[in-house]
């Protein structure tokens, strides 16, 4: 059995690495000629070209895994039924089952990576490729970003920065926090020329206070001892600088744990925006999972074209990606119009393709 698995892994490694690296030289070579004059001309370190490609690559990681494990599939079970081999081992006694087993593995190993790289380098990694390209491979050691406004709802806090260093977001300069009311009145404004955040911990330089009244007048100040302050802690505040620089990131860049971050800090959004941003994460959760999919679909078609001809293998191939593609924009497109739920627009076409490829597969028995 050991050998026979062996033997299914390694007719089905080959197909998939060739057609994997195959689909991500094409990308890397169109995106080449787009910016082979920018490269040359600011002349990157080659680390540097090497992470721009991984970025680039990284947000259409999913599909291209997807693409080269439907093709790897279908090739290896039409070679295995082309030389009869299914046929004998299934004379022996061995599932279809088993014979999936190596495939469906790799199937599975590939999607927790996607998952993985999805989670913790993808959203990083292809906002570094989109910043450098803008900045025509020019190196850079800061990204400033100017009057971020952020709106503490648990806290009612409002902040508005005047700089914020996306490299260094631990320290803010000429920040403006006004604290409100339960009834949404100002009480006090704290103005500083620069804010600190260490060890968890905010800290004011150089805090001025102007304090009001309930009917939004200035008065005179609830504690006066605090002027003399030159710098204050303010443990109470639950803000952290992620969530300043989330604000100015684009949604497509955020992790899934920046992203419920964020949702858990805006409950003001609409039901619409709030619709359509868990439309998203659902998407991210389940775009890894493509690839299995797609195997469990390919595994019976596979065995079908064996007994066929290669071009009918190609061209159903070709119907399966476009279909579910086609399936997974459709469910993008009523999740966010709120025709359907959005974890339904999300998981519904994976969950579909699956009842139907293990359908078909448990047919093949």
Known sequence: MRIIRHHILKSFLQPLVYCLVTFIALYIIAELVDV?????????SPFTIIRYFAGFIAPYFDWLMAAALLLASLYTMWQLCRHSEVIAMRA????????????????????????????????????FSKQLKKRQFLSATSDIRENVNYYSVAGRRIWRINKIDLYRPDTLL???????????????????????????TWWLHYPQYTWYDEMGIPCQPAAPELKSLTMRVMPNFTETPYDFVNETRDW???PIRARLRYLQTHPDLSQSERNEEWYDIHNRLASPWTGLVITLFAIPMGIATGRQSVAKGIIAALALFFTFFATVNGGMIL??????????????????????????????R
């Open 335 to 364: 999740a966010k119009r709120e025709l359907i739920p959005a974890v339904v627009g999300a998981w519904g076409p994976h969950f579909i393709f699956l009842v139907t490829g293990l359908t078909l597969l448990w047919r093949q």
């Open 252 to 254: 497509t860049f955020l």
């Open 174 to 200: 000429g920040v403006q926090i006004t604290c409100e009311r339960p009834n949404g009145s100002r009480e006090v404004v704290i103005s500083c020329k620069r804010v600190e955040y260490l060890d968890g």
């Open 92 to 127: 022996s006694g061995i599932s279809i089952f088993t014979i999936a087993g190596p495939m469906t593995t790799i199937a599975i190993l590939c999607s927790v990576i996607g998952m993985l790289s999805a989670e913790f380098f993808s959203p990083a990694a292809a906002e």
């Open 36 to 44: 082979f004059s920018d490269i040359t001309t600011a002349k990157p």
